[in-house]
Structures are given as structure tokens and as C-alpha cells.
């Protein structure tokens, strides 16, 4: 049996600093081809090694079970506003 070690230090304090982490799971569009996921976060930003089309936008999103609806209504009405607003 293996006992915890204990150091001493001359400092009157010791300060520690640890970032948040959240752990995550990533996979490819291909990769999540016929798989089912409670929610999905999908980066549409265009990757270093190609560009991003519909077909895997669609992959993506369509892998989640649900949707938040009520909330994509509203970003769209939001969004709306907004873009009249630039028009004018």
C-alpha cells in the first residue's frame, strides 16, 4: 500500500489556477452517418482543408433528436428585423 506523499513548502501560501474544462465528444459528418445524438453543436465555420457544403450541413444537423423550435422561430423573427433594418 502506497501512502499519500506530504511536502512542505517555505511559502506562507500556495495559490493554484485550473481552467474550467468541459469534456466533449467530436466526430466527422461521415462519421456520424446513421447515429442519433440527444443534442448537436455543429461549427459551420469553413475548415482548413476544404469548404463546407450543404450536404454535410444537413448530415450534421439532422443527427440530433430534437429541436428547439420555439427558439429557431425566434432567431428567425430576429433575424428578420435585423435584416430590414440593414436594407433600409
Same mark, same amino acid.
Given at each position: 500500500?502506497?501512502?499519500?506523499?506530504?511536502?512542505?513548502?517555505?511559502?506562507?501560501?500556495?495559490?493554484?489556477?485550473?481552467?474550467?474544462?468541459?469534456?466533449?465528444?467530436?466526430?466527422?459528418?461521415?462519421?456520424?452517418?446513421?447515429?442519433?445524438?440527444p443534442?448537436?453543436?455543429?461549427d459551420?465555420?469553413?475548415?482548413?482543408?476544404?469548404?463546407?457544403n450543404?450536404? /454535410?450541413?444537413?448530415?450534421?444537423?439532422?443527427?440530433?433528436?430534437?429541436?428547439?423550435?420555439?427558439?429557431?422561430?425566434?432567431?428567425?423573427?430576429?433575424?428578420?428585423?435585423?435584416?430590414?433594418?440593414?436594407? /433600409?
Amino acid at each position: 500500500m502506497r501512502l499519500p506523499q506530504s511536502n512542505s513548502f517555505r511559502l506562507k501560501s500556495v495559490r493554484r489556477r485550473q481552467l474550467p474544462i468541459t469534456p466533449a465528444y467530436a466526430i466527422t459528418d461521415y462519421k456520424s452517418q446513421g447515429q442519433t445524438f440527444p443534442a448537436v453543436i455543429v461549427d459551420i465555420a469553413t475548415p482548413p482543408t476544404g469548404g463546407l457544403n450543404l450536404f /454535410n450541413l444537413y448530415v450534421s444537423l439532422s443527427r440530433a433528436r430534437s429541436r428547439d423550435d420555439d427558439r429557431l422561430r425566434a432567431l428567425d423573427e430576429t433575424t428578420k428585423k435585423w435584416w430590414d433594418k440593414v436594407q /433600409n
